[in-house]
Antibody, heavy 118, light 106 residues
Framework: QVQLVESGGGLVKPGGSLRLSCAAS????????MSWIRQAPGKGLEWVSY????????YYADSVKGRFTLSRDNAKNSLYLQMNSLRAEDTAVYYC???????????WGQGTLVTVSS | SYELTQPPSVSVSPGQTASITCSGD??????ACWYQQKAGQSPVLIIH???KRPSGIPERFSGSNSGNTATLTISGTQAMDEADYYC?????????FGGGTKLTVL
């Protein structure tokens, strides 16, 4: 079955960096667009970024543009999110999600918590 | 930027019908989908392309989308349906989520 496992979260100081990873299994990873979606404590879902199946197309939310970089390695079935210049408002659980051709997210990981605090 | 608006909370008695709305400019011209998120869990897709249910989602969940409003309807609501519900659509190659609706079954 489809499995998405995020890792790399933790506590980081404002201005610091963190790299999140998402390991995919149970499906042909290279066939799917993938995305990161975050959820601040007690808040709603916020889309962060998505990447096309080949990696040639990437979009970012305005809130992270210029600070976050999304990439993928189809040979390793992995998705990455490099987060730089982190701010307190980036504190959230970050979910890796698979995007279907219809534009919805049909599989989600368990999430990894990123806390930005001094 | 495009916005989707949901009521913060909806209450329903067990066995009754719950309706959760999602409003956005000309939302009916886009596809809407819905996610259910129970406390401490990851979101689960329950409705896609306005009204389609993924396999394994109970028939009591249905959706519609017309004009400026998409609606998630839960018929014969059960205690296990208590959760947060989020609508989602696309606008200009970006993903938009509604603010979420907490469904209370009491």
């Amino acid at each position: 079955q489809v499995q998405l496992v995020e890792s790399g979260g933790g506590l980081v100081k404002p201005g610091g960096s963190l790299r999140l990873s998402c390991a995919a299994s149970g499906f042909t990873f290279s066939d799917y667009y993938m995305s990161w979606i975050r959820q601040a404590p007690g808040k709603g879902l916020e889309w962060v970024s998505y990447i096309s199946s080949s990696g040639s197309t990437i979009y970012y939310a305005d809130s992270v543009k210029g600070r976050f970089t999304l990439s993928r390695d189809n040979a390793k079935n992995s998705l990455y999110l490099q987060m730089n210049s982190l701010r307190a408002e980036d504190t959230a659980v970050y979910y890796c999600a698979r995007r279907t051709g219809a534009g919805n997210f049909d599989s989600w990981g368990q999430g990894t918590l990123v806390t930005v605090s001094s | 930027s495009y916005e989707l608006t949901q009521p913060p909370s909806v209450s329903v008695s067990p066995g009754q019908t719950a309706s959760i709305t999602c409003s956005g400019d000309k939302l009916g011209d886009k596809f809407a989908c819905w996610y259910q998120q129970k406390a401490g869990q990851s979101p689960v897709l329950i409705i896609h392309q306005d009204s389609k249910r993924p396999s394994g989602i109970p028939e009591r969940f249905s959706g519609s989308n017309s004009g400026n409003t998409a609606t998630l309807t839960i018929s014969g609501t059960q205690a296990m349906d208590e959760a947060d519900y989020y609508c989602q659509a696309w606008d200009s190659s970006t993903v938009v989520f509604g603010g979420g609706t907490k469904l209370t079954v009491l």
